[in-house]
């Protein structure tokens, strides 16, 4: 560490140090060394930089029109303000699942249009402000600009520290020695000055740099968790809506497994037990025919239809059973 004495004092100690590149370790080195470089990384942390300047849009548009047409409720045209609103904040939602969906890998389904009964306006209008899902979406563009700038702000400061720190030795010759800045300065006031300019200075700033470096990944991700979160808890379908979607789906299953059942008995019915009781009949008429002129011939019959009779039992039972 160089502390130069005095304002005119000025130190010329140059470092050749510098890091090389680093060979592609894509597939050799743990999770935690790779996480820096991943393509993850990358679209989790350019999520949370595009999401301030959005962030501000929504919430600028939404406060604007949100509280211009609760004032104007004493008139007729709050409402139609307000369900523009909420037109407007899907139309965000929409935007912002689409974002999730392209940067997060989060796929989150579309809450269910608002249509009005009759399909007049005054009855959309009405459709739109007893729309939960419209409300949730106004209450995400107010509530994501906090967390947008907290994210923002915490990442790219991770972020600038870490790469700047880390690949200190290699742009540290941009500080002119000349004028008695030397490195990054530490302290400075009238007596005495303090740079890293030293090798051991610049490798022990590297380290910290690396630390921040493999750090930042983890905290992206522990903040795009939370957006995730909000995308899914107030962009997305509610709870009971995906309930009743999936009640419904599942009646469709059963309805459909239950009339192929029934396809199945009937055809069953149909090749087996009914054909088999109709040769049956056939066979008893035969019989009672044969029953004056050839008595052996009828009572071999019969015994023949009463065998083929235990047989139908026996197959309408499996087809019971079954």
């Given at each position: 560490?160089?502390?130069?004495?005095?304002?005119?004092?000025?130190?010329?100690?140059?470092?050749?140090?510098?890091?090389?590149?680093?060979?592609?370790?894509?597939?050799?080195?743990?999770?935690?060394?790779?996480?820096?470089?991943?393509?993850?990384?990358?679209?989790?942390?350019?999520?949370?930089?595009?999401?301030?300047?959005?962030?501000?849009?929504?919430?600028?548009?939404?406060?604007?029109?949100?509280?211009?047409?609760?004032?104007?409720?004493?008139?007729?045209?709050?409402?139609?303000?307000?369900?523009?609103?909420?037109?407007?904040?899907?139309?965000?939602?929409?935007?912002?699942?689409?974002?999730?969906?392209?940067?997060?890998?989060?796929?989150?389904?579309?809450?269910?249009?608002?249509?009005?009964?009759?399909?007049?306006?005054?009855?959309?209008?009405?459709?739109?402000?007893?729309?939960?899902?419209?409300?949730?979406?106004?209450?995400?563009?107010?509530?994501?600009?906090?967390?947008?700038?907290f994210?923002?702000?915490?990442?790219?400061?991770?972020?600038?520290?870490?790469?700047?720190l880390?690949?200190?030795?290699?742009?540290?010759?941009?500080?002119?020695?000349?004028?008695?800045?030397?490195?990054?300065?530490?302290?400075?006031?009238?007596?005495?000055?303090?740079?890293?300019?030293?090798?051991?200075?610049?490798?022990?700033?590297?380290?910290?740099?690396?630390?921040?470096?493999?750090?930042?990944?983890?905290?992206?991700?522990?903040?795009?968790?939370?957006?995730?979160?909000?995308?899914?808890?107030?962009?997305?379908?509610?709870?009971?809506?995906?309930?009743?979607?999936?009640?419904?789906?599942?009646?469709?299953?059963?309805?459909?497994?239950?009339?192929?059942?029934?396809?199945?008995?009937?055809?069953?019915?149909?090749d087996?037990?009914?054909?088999?009781l109709?040769?049956?009949?056939?066979?008893?008429?035969?019989?009672?025919?044969?029953?004056?002129?050839?008595?052996?011939?009828?009572?071999?019959?019969v015994?023949?239809?009463?065998?083929?009779?235990?047989?139908?039992?026996q197959?309408?039972?499996?087809?019971?059973?079954?």
């Open positions: 560490m160089a502390t130069a004495y005095g304002p005119d004092t000025r130190d010329h100690q140059r470092s050749g140090a510098g890091f090389g590149d680093h060979p592609p370790v894509k597939h050799f080195f743990p999770a935690a060394l790779r996480a820096p470089v991943e393509g993850r990384t990358w679209r989790e942390f350019g999520y949370l930089l595009l999401g301030l300047p959005i962030a501000l849009v929504l919430f600028s548009l939404s406060i604007t029109l949100t509280t211009l047409g609760i004032g104007m409720l004493i008139t007729f045209l709050g409402v139609p303000i307000l369900a523009g609103t909420l037109a407007m904040c899907r139309g965000f939602g929409a935007m912002e699942r689409a974002r999730a969906r392209g940067l997060l890998r989060l796929d989150v389904a579309a809450p269910a249009p608002v249509r009005g009964k009759t399909g007049s306006p005054m009855s959309w209008m009405g459709a739109a402000l007893k729309s939960g899902a419209s409300w949730r979406h106004l209450l995400y563009t107010l509530l994501y600009l906090p967390w947008a700038t994210s923002f702000v915490v990442s790219l400061t991770f972020w600038m520290c870490g790469w700047t880390f690949t200190y030795p290699l742009w540290r010759w941009i500080f002119p020695a000349d004028v008695g800045s030397n490195g990054i300065q530490l302290y400075a006031d009238r007596g005495h000055q303090v740079h890293l300019d030293s090798s051991v200075e610049m490798a022990l700033t590297s380290a910290v740099g690396l630390v921040f470096v493999l750090v930042t990944p983890w905290v992206i991700r522990g903040l795009v968790s939370v957006d995730r979160v909000m995308v899914a808890g107030l962009l997305g379908p509610s709870r009971l809506a995906t309930r009743v979607s999936e009640l419904e789906s599942d009646r469709g299953v059963v309805v459909d497994t239950a009339a192929a059942d029934l396809r199945r008995i009937e055809r069953d019915l149909h087996g037990a009914q054909a088999r109709v040769a049956l009949a056939m066979d008893l008429g035969l019989a009672k025919e044969k029953l004056t002129d050839d008595p052996e011939a009828a009572a071999r019959m015994d023949e239809a009463h065998g083929e009779v235990k047989v139908a039992l197959e309408l039972r499996d087809l019971a059973r079954g």
